[in-house]
């Protein structure tokens, strides 16, 4: 027998995303998004109202970030989620994570966050607050890369947001072959 539960806004896994942008002056300011995912082949999309310091830096440069939340960076990553950069001007510092400018994209690559989308905004409807942007690179830091250069979750250890328990978890084991397991059943 299943139980209902009305509309709610759960869903699993639902991934911790660090958005980052720079103001107009050039600072970093950074959110916790957990509502997101790929789009398109090469777009992100994002849920992000209008209020946040950071989707107001994002509309202003045309650029972000969006960095896999880590298991070894939990507290640094709520903080972001608990704490407007509109109240509090010195959020990143007190956050106790570093920046470095992107490469690729006007906005900053938090040095901790060892995964990183580096985006082009495309576009923002304020209505839905759905956020579209294109991946002009991934960089990852090398300690977390297997040995044939591919980036390893079990290296990464990013984690998800329980929506019910109000609970991050870590995400890790393997289950199975992605385009391989199902082959036994043809």
């Known amino acids: 027998m299943r139980?209902?539960?009305?509309?709610?806004?759960?869903?699993?896994?639902?991934?911790?995303?660090?958005?980052?942008?720079y103001d107009e002056a050039g600072k970093p300011n950074a959110?916790?998004?957990?509502?997101?995912?790929?789009?398109?082949?090469?777009?992100?999309?994002?849920?992000?109202?209008?209020?946040?310091?950071?989707?107001?830096?994002?509309?202003?440069?045309?650029?972000?970030?969006?960095?896999?939340?880590?298991?070894?960076?939990?507290a640094a990553c709520d903080y972001l989620g608990l704490v407007s950069g509109n109240k509090e001007p010195e959020?990143?510092?007190k956050s106790g994570l570093h920046t470095v400018k992107s490469e690729f994209v006007n906005a900053p690559v938090i040095e901790e966050?060892?995964?990183t989308l580096e985006c082009e905004l495309v576009s923002y409807d304020p209505e839905s607050c759905h956020m579209v942007?294109?991946?002009?690179?991934?960089?990852?830091?090398?300690?977390?890369?297997?040995e044939?250069?591919?980036?390893?979750?079990?290296?990464?250890?990013?984690i998800t947001y329980d929506p019910i328990h109000h609970k991050y978890l870590i995400i890790g084991e393997e289950v199975g072959k992605a385009f391989s397991d199902g082959k036994k059943l043809k």
């Open 148 to 158: 044939e250069g591919a980036i390893d979750p079990a290296l990464l250890k990013p």
């Open 31 to 74: 959110m916790n998004a957990a509502w997101g995912g790929i789009y398109t082949d090469n777009m992100v999309g994002i849920c992000l109202s209008e209020g946040h310091k950071t989707t107001q830096n994002i509309l202003a440069t045309k650029a972000f970030t969006v960095s896999m939340a880590t298991a070894d960076h939990v």
């Open 91 to 93: 959020k990143m510092e």
């Open 133 to 146: 942007g294109r991946i002009v690179n991934i960089s990852a830091d090398e300690k977390i890369l297997n």
């Open 113 to 115: 966050l060892p995964m």
């Open 3 to 21: 139980k209902n539960f009305g509309t709610k806004t759960w869903l699993y896994p639902m991934p911790v995303f660090i958005v980052a942008a």
